[in-house]
């Protein structure tokens, strides 16, 4: 009897925690952010290559026209780097950095000849980083 008992209350509890669990995980899921990168170079620069990865995932290459953005998610709470190579150009920064970032639903970036440029309202702009020249 008692054997069934605790049987019974492992089987009704499993589905709770489960649920429990995947709730959590959801909200994990909403209050992640996004990395937007805007490539604002002068004309005639071409299109550049940009790259962001956090130590458990790299979202590879892209290729950003003038003028056009790329964006990608922040997977988890974590250091994502961005690199962006534009002609003989090169800049590397912290795209998302937990401790600056805070729970901000969006980082915006623009990358214009004078610099890498931080914005969470993609208004107000404030420079973060510099192009070197390889
Ligand atoms: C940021 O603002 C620019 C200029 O108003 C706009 O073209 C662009 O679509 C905006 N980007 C995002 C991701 O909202």
Not at 11 to 19: D, F
Not at 36 to 46: F, V
Not at 63 to 77: A, F, H, I, K, S
Request: aromatic share 10%; hydrophobic share 35%; proline share 3%.
């Amino acid at each position: 009897m008692g054997g069934r008992n605790y049987l019974v209350a492992f089987l009704v509890s499993v589905p709770i925690i489960i649920s429990l669990s995947s709730s959590v995980l959801g909200m994990q899921h909403k209050q992640s952010a996004t990395i937007h990168i805007t490539n604002s170079m002068p004309k005639g620069s071409g299109p550049m290559q940009v790259r962001c990865k956090s130590s458990h995932t790299d979202y590879g290459m892209h290729l950003v026209d003038e003028g056009d953005g790329y964006r990608c998610d922040v997977r988890e709470r974590a250091l994502y780097y961005c690199m962006a190579i534009s002609g003989r150009r090169v800049a590397s920064w912290h795209a998302f950095q937990p401790r600056r970032d805070g729970n901000r639903k969006a980082v915006y970036w623009l990358l214009k000849d004078d610099g890498i440029f931080l914005s969470w309202d993609n208004s107000s702009w404030v420079r973060k980083s510099m192009w070197e020249t390889e």
